[in-house]
């Protein structure tokens, strides 16, 4: 297991190293020259000069490269232009907030896409599982920055009952409540246009499982159909929703993205979409560095998850 | 020669025979299935009305009505005015016309992008097959809606770029599919048959690859055009993408929830519906043709 784990984390370090010349690259596609939008529109060419000297731009592209990459394993990403602070001090702040609403929604979403999956496959063809498809291809189709903004008007205007935005209200002191309340719809929001995907996802496992020899075994064994269907089919259905997390792990983050920025949640998609619309590229790529690495971590979590769920994985 | 022709022509026209039978086949697979019909009703609706609609509709977009500003639906502005005064049903007839067009070109350069990509990573195979390959798993991992902000707020992209913008962060699945199409390709009987009667690389790719792979692509642009449609609208609600003087549905609906406090409903559920139906539709279809292609999927529910 040990020889497993140690041998994926190798495996994803090339990727890391791709994520990070594609933006270095970028960067460099970033109109303008540093030096001139740091020193404003009075810069001389001398100062653009000795600030380009300062900032290692007159070195060629590969050691300016090393130079940046090893600024990262560091830990610095640079220095907002928006704001002065370091990007990293804004990331930490922001990325508890995105991982606390994309993990939430994750459990949640698991936990009804697989009570979900079992009743519809159980009841495949009623009237129920019909009914489920339906509302669930209309979710699938739903833009997260239309139902948000639908559930702001629906339980935050027109019944006030959960606060339309932020982490918390002005002058408010943060304790559980606060956090649960503000959190709420963002998650709800999340966790629905999640499971609309994996529900069907497992609908379809479950079916699959079914008509499995193991089934066919378990049933004729005399086992009751509770313990075939929570005992052998259950767990086995399980196994493509472990793989499903990794691939739906990006479209989290994006869709933590449109969810930020409707509902005004403080996390790395409304730090990155505001830098965007600021120009302020140090902390737009620093943010998008940080959900390359989010989204590469997540992947290795679910491989691991995976081979913990799976032994036959493991002996590969 | 003559006779190696010959032969190499008669085991086309059996398999090409063969290929038209299995099509129909397939298509009658298609017709048949209800989410078929739905998916071909709602995206006929949607092209009916943004192109025929202005035929019978003359208010233009972006004439402001100063006498009706903020207007519910009346007579004279059946969905509405907005906050400058500009008709709700011509914006969304226009913005559709932009949308749909966005979405279908992003959609379809994109498998054409993923497709080639694919085939050279499968046919070259070896240590450029594996660097293809990395690249595509470097790509995905920064999710392409991230990727598409930092370069639109880099580029201030027209619609053409926007296209192109677009399909290079979405090119990725399908170039996975077909390498692994063609992969099991090569190996098989026919093809090896046809190589080793010398037919060349094109005639193997347009003659045996290209049918077998047609399926898979098909059903993956079909997807693609729905989330080209969600993330054209996406950008523009977010303040980038198509440049704002031309309307489109994203910006629709982010004009529209601005007025949220003021109960403005006609500004706010026509844009989304429309987006909403454009995913269905494109949804709907793409499930009817992996349904009809794909011959495991044949009468499941």
Do not use: C
């Amino acid at each position: 297991m040990l020889k497993y784990v140690v041998r994926r984390i190798i495996e994803s370090i090339p990727t890391l190293i791709g994520i990070s010349i594609i933006t270095f690259i970028l960067m460099h596609l970033v109109p303008g020259n540093p030096a001139l939008v740091m020193l404003g529109s009075h810069a001389t060419q001398a100062n653009i000069a000795a600030l380009d000297h300062q900032l290692g731009l007159d070195k060629p592209v590969y050691v300016q490269y090393l130079l940046w990459a090893w600024q990262l394993l560091h830990g610095n990403l640079g220095t907002s232009f928006s704001t002065n602070q370091p990007v990293t001090q804004m990331v930490w702040q922001a990325l508890p907030h995105t991982l606390s609403i994309v993990g939430i929604s994750t459990v949640l979403a698991y936990v009804i896409a697989i009570v979900q999956g079992i009743y519809q496959a159980k009841n495949k063809g009623s009237i129920a599982d019909n009914t489920v498809t339906s509302v669930g291809y209309f979710l699938y189709s739903m833009p997260i920055y239309w139902l948000g903004n639908l559930f702001i008007i629906w339980f935050a205007i027109a019944l006030p009952i959960f606060p339309p935005g932020g982490i918390s209200d002005p002058g408010q002191s943060m304790n559980f409540v606060v956090w649960f309340s503000h959190m709420s719809l963002p998650v709800i929001a999340l966790t629905l246009v999640t499971v609309a995907f994996w529900g069907r996802f497992m609908r379809q496992s479950v079916i699959d499982t079914l008509v499995q020899d193991y089934i066919r075994t378990a049933r004729a064994k005399g086992l009751s159909e509770r313990v075939v269907l929570y005992r052998h089919a259950f767990r086995n259905s399980l196994l493509p929703l472990i793989t499903l997390f990794g691939f739906s792990f990006g479209g989290l983050l994006a869709g933590a993205l449109f969810t930020e920025q409707v509902f005004n949640y403080p996390g790395m998609g409304l730090l990155f979409w505001q830098a965007a619309l600021h120009r302020d590229y140090p902390t737009v790529l620093g943010t998008t560095m940080i959900i390359g690495i989010t989204v590469i971590l997540g992947n290795l979590l679910a491989d691991l998850l995976y081979a913990v769920a799976d032994p036959r994985i493991r002996y590969n | 020669m003559s006779a190696q022709v010959k032969l190499d022509d008669t085991l086309e026209t059996g398999l090409a025979k063969e290929e038209r039978r299995g099509l129909s086949r397939e298509w009658r697979a298609f017709w048949r299935n209800p989410l078929a019909i739905s998916g071909v009703a709602i995206l006929a609706f949607l092209v009916l009305f943004s192109w025929l609609g202005p035929v019978f509709y003359h208010t233009p977009p972006e004439f402001p009505d100063v006498n009706n500003i903020l207007s519910p639906p009346i007579p004279l502005h059946p969905l509405g005015t907005d906050g400058v005064g500009a008709d709700v049903l011509s914006q969304l007839m226009w913005g559709g016309q932009l949308s749909l067009e966005v979405g279908l070109a992003a959609a379809v350069v994109g498998s054409v992008i993923g497709a080639i990509y694919g085939l050279v990573s499968a046919e070259t195979g070896g240590w450029l097959d594996t660097i293809l390959m990395r690249f595509v798993d470097i790509t995905l991992a920064i999710p392409a809606i991230y990727l598409l902000v930092v370069i639109d707020s880099i580029l201030n992209p027209n619609p053409v770029a926007m296209i192109f913008i677009i399909s290079i962060t979405s090119w990725q699945g399908i170039a996975r599919i077909v390498r692994g199409q063609v992969l099991s390709l090569r190996t098989q009987d026919f093809v090896e048959a046809a190589r080793a009667e010398g037919a060349g690389t094109w005639r193997i790719l347009m003659r045996h690859y290209l049918p077998n792979v047609m399926g898979p692509i098909i059903v993956y642009t079909t997807f693609s055009v729905g989330g080209a449609i969600l993330t054209v609208s996406g950008l523009s609600y977010l303040g980038l993408g198509l440049p704002p003087n031309d309307p489109n549905w994203g910006l629709s609906l982010s004009n529209g929830v601005a007025y949220m406090f003021q109960n403005a409903w006609w500004l706010i559920y026509p844009p989304g519906l429309m987006i909403v139906l454009s995913m269905l539709g494109t949804n709907f279809l793409g499930d009817a043709f992996n349904a009809a292609f794909d011959p495991r999927l044949r009468g499941r529910g």
